[in-house]
């Protein structure tokens, strides 16, 4: 099974391309506009936990808010534009900006009062413990007479 990169708005600029060449117009901006971003994120498991790294370049660890309730997981945050982009004259801007935010459904191993939170280099790496297994109850069958 290969991966395949998560690309949100690879059919949008497909789409962009396929209507550009059908009205014979060159292709040279995005046609979407938004404020909101959602970055890429890795989510693995092994035995004993679930990790999630999140890229979010350019965010300052005071700007991300991470959240855990009723088994969903949250986490959002804002990157900031520098305001002393208006002087410079951009024909195009691909970098985002603005408020952002992922949530994942926590399956039910999933030991919420335990999720740690860091981050290094531009990339947020949450470590989601799994709660232990508990064992049956045995329950002894008395007999009486």
């Known amino acids: 099974m290969a991966i395949q990169k998560y690309r ?5 600029d497909e789409l962009q391309r396929e209507m550009s060449s059908l009205f014979n117009a ?5 046609s979407f506009s938004t404020e909101d971003w959602a970055p890429a994120v890795d ?8 990790v999630i790294h999140a ?5 300052k660890s005071d700007d991300i808010d991470v959240t855990a309730e009723n088994g969903v997981l949250t986490i959002k945050g804002e990157r900031e534009s520098k305001k002393e982009e208006e002087k410079e ?7 985002f900006s603005g408020s952002f ?10 030991d919420l009062e335990k999720i740690s939170a860091k981050t290094k280099d531009g990339v947020l ?4 413990p799994k709660a232990e297994k508990t064992k049956p109850k045995r329950i002894e069958v008395k007999v009486e007479d």
């Open 89 to 95: 004259n951009y024909k195009r801007v691909e970098r």
């Open 8 to 12: 949100p708005f690879g059919l949008l």
């Open 101 to 110: 935010i992922r949530r994942f459904t926590l399956p039910d191993s999933a």
């Open 125 to 128: 790496e949450l470590t989601i």
């Open 43 to 50: 989510i693995k498991e092994t035995d004993n936990e679930f």
């Open 55 to 59: 890229d979010l370049p350019g965010v």
């Open 26 to 30: 060159p292709s040279t901006e995005t």
